[in-house]
């Protein structure tokens, strides 16, 4: 009898010692019950996750997550809405995921630190580090950045790139690519550091023509993606297909695909530094990566 209830007990033990994520729910099973897709972003990130002029909710990003949404409606077979918690950036978004509070969160950069804790999307454009300045000063390499106040967005990719780049600039953090622009007009800054796609953007929306960006290349490099909570494949695999599916159509002249990116990229969109010959480079080369998806040309 006092073997049995040693066992009993034993095999309790070992049922309480479990993780509790091992009995969580995945992201799949959780759209699936409550029918909502919930997602990070911030509003303020031209051309990614942004309000236009008429308050809607648009964006390369937003094109993604629209596709997504389409995908996993098919995949559960019943329709689901997308809901937004705004606000952070990168890495802030992290914590968010890992307690479940989001499903996902795109316009995200890439790095081997961030991937410890989420699992990343296949990339879905590349970008860089680089400076946004006035027309009449000249930051065209580390150097020149000696003895310089340099605005980065806190807790950021840009932040740690330029301290490695130049030690010997000043680093003035900011909350919000708004701010750090408002430190860099008032002169509180020399530059600002950061994405170069989302600096673009925020050029082109503000006009700012009287403002640069440089250098030519990059401080550093790296991709752009959806960051998904990790051990959820099945949800991961909507998400890259959802993505490959842009490319994918955008490549082989889909109306609805060129249509989408066009405005984001190219003579014809905001980014026009982006030109649409390497846009359709780059989605060829991640094509190429993976099987065809069937799609009929429209």
């Not at 795109?106 to 879905?124: G, H, I, K, P």
């Not at 890259?240 to 109306?255: A, E, H």
Request: glycine share 8%; proline share 5%.
């Amino acid at each position: 009898m006092l073997k049995k209830l040693a066992i009993a007990a034993l095999s309790l033990a070992c049922v309480t010692a479990i993780p509790a994520t091992a009995f969580a729910e995945t992201v799949m099973e959780k759209v699936s019950r409550t029918g909502e897709l919930t997602v990070g972003s911030s509003l303020d990130l031209v051309p990614y996750s942004y309000f236009n002029d008429k308050k809607e909710w648009v964006g390369y990003s937003v094109d993604i997550l629209n596709i997504l949404k389409t995908q996993i409606e098919k995949e559960i077979g019943k329709p689901i809405t997308i809901s937004v918690i705004p606000g952070g950036y990168g890495a802030d978004r992290i914590p968010q995921m890992i307690n479940n509070e989001i499903d996902i969160a795109c316009e995200a950069q890439f790095t081997w630190e961030r991937d410890q804790y989420v699992d990343f999307s296949l990339s879905y454009g590349i970008s860089g580090i680089k400076l946004l300045s006035p027309t009449s000063k000249k930051f065209d390499s580390a150097e020149s950045l000696v003895g310089k106040r340099v605005g980065v967005l806190e807790n950021s990719i840009g932040s740690q790139v330029m301290k490695r780049t130049q030690p010997r600039a000043t680093l003035v953090t900011f909350k919000s690519p708004e701010a750090g622009l408002e430190l860099l007009k008032s002169g509180k800054v020399d530059a600002v550091a950061g994405d170069a796609i989302i600096m673009m953007g925020l050029k082109e929306k503000l006009k700012l023509d009287d403002y640069q960006i440089t250098p030519d290349e990059p401080f550093a490099r790296y991709g752009m993606a959806c960051m998904v909570p990790e051990n959820n494949p099945a949800f991961l695999r909507l998400v890259d297909r959802s993505i490959m599916t842009l490319m994918q159509g955008y490549v082989i002249g889909d109306k609805k695909s060129v249509e989408m990116i066009s405005q984001w990229f190219g003579p014809k969109g905001i980014i026009k530094e982006v030109s649409s010959e390497e846009v359709k480079a780059f989605f060829q080369f991640m094509i190429m990566t993976r099987e065809q998806i069937p799609l009929t040309k429209s």
